[in-house]
């Protein structure tokens, strides 16, 4: 019987605690004035045009890009932005464009070329890449299967 009037009393300062917290967050957004939504600016700026990331030094790393954009009432027409090239990333198809390669395919014995195809997987600050590329490379030393069902052996003197 204690256990139950205990078991109560805690149940009875739970809710009122719950009631207290309640109490006290409706108060503190009741307290919070709304904010008047800000005009939408009209503005006859374009879109900002960047060009490609220009590294500082080498093909890959640290660089800017220029950006560029029309209207007549435009405060800034030009600015430049910091931007970094991996320098692990292909250089073949851009040096903004990354691939997710397919494995090697077969060597095509007439071109002793093997091929595999790359669909874009990243492109840096919109760069124009292309959706799917195609690389190849030369097949390596080729070697001729062995025939089958006749051994060799060799006489140790």
């Not at 220029?66 to 932005?81: D, I, N, S």
């Not at 090697?104 to 890449?129: F, I, S, V």
Request: hydrophobic share 30%.
């Amino acid at each position: 019987m204690q256990q139950q009037q205990q078991q109560h009393r805690m149940f009875k300062a739970a809710l009122l605690a719950l009631i207290f917290l309640l109490a006290a967050v409706s108060t503190t957004e009741a307290g919070k004035k709304e904010k008047p939504e800000k005009k939408a600016k009209k503005s006859d700026c374009g879109e900002w045009q960047w060009s490609v990331c220009v590294p500082t030094s080498g093909d890959c790393g640290l660089g800017t890009r220029e950006g560029t954009r029309t209207g007549a009432e435009c405060k800034q027409t030009t600015k430049t932005q910091k931007c970094k090239i991996p320098c692990n990333w292909k250089k073949q198809f851009g040096a903004e464009c990354k691939y997710q390669f397919q494995a090697w395919g077969e060597c095509d014995l007439n071109t002793a070329l093997k091929t595999r195809t790359g669909n874009l997987k990243r492109a840096l600050h919109n760069a124009d890449c292309q959706k799917t590329v195609t690389i190849s490379k030369p097949c390596g030393k080729l070697t001729k299967p062995k025939p089958q069902g006749k051994f060799h052996f060799l006489k140790v003197a």
